[in-house]
């Protein structure tokens, strides 16, 4: 699976103002919204459910970077979404280090290997050092779909 | 002294091996000294690192090989291998 297939390009967001994690997920889940890939009755749902999901443990799974998801009744398919915080956000990662990558992931309860498939390529993008080091000092929206669609073309990972 | 251990386990978790279970194989490996790497096909990963753990993509149903090599890697493998057979424990906190 690549970005493209999962990643809405209008709800890549690149310099969150966010301070916490709940804001994170609110700044992402909004921008979903915005891009009109939930509906709006479903926002505080969704926001509710991927917290809850964070309680059972955090998605900071190091390295900077975190992928809160969660499943979710009112979503047909995978929809997801990349955000970049300059500053960095304490998410309570595994590591113990501040978040600056986000990937949202919001699935259907009936595709688990859609979701596995997502967090395949997150996962296998992101070991490449240089991919990550680009992704954090991306400044614009523009940026990090440059990015996306490098890594889809496999120009990080080889 | 190099010890090392392996052993094939089958993923049963209908989600497959996916972030929080990736989550808890990491964290029980990482009070292991020893090496541990699984083994999918003919990809090989550090048991240790949850990035590496979550490339596999283990659906339900996959075979993986645990590989665990040190001092301490009989204790390691078992309970990685009780953790993964006993569905990460998971379903029972669903429950709770």
Do not use: W
Not at chain 1, 65 to 84: C, D, F, M
Not at chain 1, 137 to 149: F, P, T, V
């Amino acid at each position: 699976m690549k970005f493209a297939d999962f990643v809405s390009r209008e709800a890549i967001r690149a310099e969150l103002t966010a301070e916490d994690k709940e804001g994170v997920i609110r700044e992402m889940v909004q921008a979903l919204l915005d891009a009109s890939k939930i509906a709006e009755s479903e926002y505080e749902s969704i926001v509710k459910s991927v917290m809850k999901r964070e309680e059972l443990g955090s998605t900071g799974i190091g390295r900077g970077v975190a992928v809160p998801h969660t499943k979710h009744a009112s979503i047909e398919r995978l929809v997801g979404t990349v955000a970049v915080s300059g500053e960095g956000v304490d998410f309570a990662s595994l590591d113990g280090e501040k978040v600056h990558l986000f990937f949202l992931l919001i699935s259907p309860h009936d595709r688990p290997t859609d979701h596995l498939r997502a967090l395949e390529n997150v996962s296998r993008q992101l070991r490449d050092e240089t991919f990550c080091k680009f992704l954090k000092q991306a400044k614009s929206a523009e940026d990090i779909l440059q990015l996306l669609d490098e890594a889809d073309n496999n120009q990080f990972v080889s | 002294m190099s010890m090392r251990a392996t052993k094939i386990v089958v993923i049963t978790n209908p989600q497959g091996l996916h972030a929080r279970p990736a989550d808890l194989f990491v964290k029980t490996a990482t009070r292991f000294t020893c090496k541990i790497e699984l083994v999918k096909g003919r990809e090989r990963v550090d048991g240790k690192s949850i990035l590496a753990l979550l490339t596999l993509a283990a659906v339900a149903g996959t075979e993986l090989l645990i590989e665990a090599d040190g001092p301490d890697a009989e204790q390691a493998l078992e309970a990685l291998a009780k953790l993964v057979e006993g569905d990460f424990a998971e379903n029972e906190r669903m429950r709770e």
